[in-house]
């Protein structure tokens, strides 16, 4: 079953093949469009979490100085000067987020929230709600470049997740799916994984079905993780460096 | 949607375990990280068994570790020995990487096994690992980087020699009395074609320090044979008999012993693991070891401890003959 493609709790997620960051460029309006939400939705956490952090905006200045950068970037064009060979994309786009941030700090530009356009339906709330349980206890001055990776690559994988279950739901490989969130998605943390057994009790499998059926979803997972990172990437060999990053290997 | 933090380290560990092809074998977690490889337990689907699987690391992936572990593998396939893990399956996964399949071994590593057991315990593990080391010199292989982390010690008593990334395969020593024959005859293959040896570069330094021969660490492969094992064999003995303590206590014959195998000359060792092992069991018999010359008052000690019990029975007697025959003179 092809699962590439899916639609991403609702999203849709353009090609995989081509970068995401060349589509914002494209002479289509519509592509351009579905590849600046693909951006959006990889980056938005990330970018939220780096204004909280970096710039210590309020939980509503940081939400709108969010949703401003977005429809801006996306107006004027801000990653149409990117290069590929002078950085990875998620260094260029930070560093436009603290210039954008730098800018609306002196004053310099009079923020109209969106520029006119509709505001970005964003979980801001769950966001606060997750970067503050996460950095409780943490120092004020903790590393903000670390958490705007952190929340990149927990989008990653909510992204390629959500696609995942699109993908499987309401089709024969949905046991697979549920096999998966139950051991993989659903533990709190602190709390152990169920075993095979007990999986394999609970859906009346036998536990090298159990196995079968998370080899099978860790690497659905896997593939759709890559095809995503591979389309957020400027470049081949950003692509390759992410994936050792992320994963510890190299894409062959 | 959102996922938690701890569900997001949980899924790039999992993601990062490798993937072999096929549906045989399931990766889990990491059990064991070597200078070359990751191992971890797997499940074998196709058999309903738990193994392991030892797959190149990541950031050493490049040609020549392939070949290293490719051989690795072979090496372990052609020794068959209680005391070696016994090899499965060889394969490629997805991204290129070499892996291999064995049995899964479950223990205490031997400097945690030491800490807690005692020395005639510890003595006889190493005589085991003597034992396997010699099988493989038997069979032209030379483990070159034995060291406590390298021993697995069972739950039933099996003593394993792990880790035979960096082994080579030797012909005969450059000493005489080297007991080092050239390869066995399965490996005609190999002769014929023989693996190309990314270790053998003169200059290259593999091995763990403090368990490294002087030759070994000097990158000098042409004299590595089996008294370069010697070496680490003593060097193990040394550290999981002083353990953590200054070794005052410890017997002069024992330290002799690990003091003949470590020598920084080859020709001064022992010749063989086996005649390594033939000291270890001397001392453990209370009879003289060949690397120690013992003075009078210390042989008569070492006898009389050996033969305490007959000799205070033997005395106890000829105290109450005398006795006797004192009282009846009387």
Redesign the interface.
Known sequence: MPLTGGRTGGRAFPTTRRSVIDATRDENADVRRAAFDALVAAYWRSVYTHLRLKWRAQPADAEDLAQEFFARAMARGFFDGYDPARARFRTFLRTCVDRFAANARRGERRLKRGGGAAPLALDFVAAERELAAATAGAAPEADSDAWFDREWVRSLFAEAVAELRAASMGTPHEIRFVVFERHDLAPAAGTPRPSYRALGDEFGLPVTQVTNHLAWARRELRRLVLDRLRALSGSDAEFRAEAEDLFGVRIP | ????????A???E??????PPG?RY?LHEPVGQGGMGTVYRA?D?AL?RDVAVKVL???V?DAEAAVRLEREARILARLEHPGIVPVHDVGTL????VYYVMKLVRGQRLQDFARGAGRSDVLRVVLRVCETVGFAHAHGVVHRDLKPANIMVGAFGEVLVLDWGIARVVGVGPAPDCTVPPPSPVSSQEAAAPPRDPETAPGTVLGTPGFMAPEQARGQPGLVDARTDVYGLGAILRAVVVGDTDGRDVPRPLAAIWTRAVSPEPGARYPSAADLASDITRFLDGQPVTAYREPFTERAGRLFRKYQTAIILVLTYLAVRLLFLVMRGF
């Open positions: 949607m959102t996922l938690p933090e701890n569900v997001v949980h899924l790039q999992v993601l990062r375990a490798p993937d549906e399931m499940s689907r309903g690391r990541g950031d992936a997805r991204d290129g990487r």
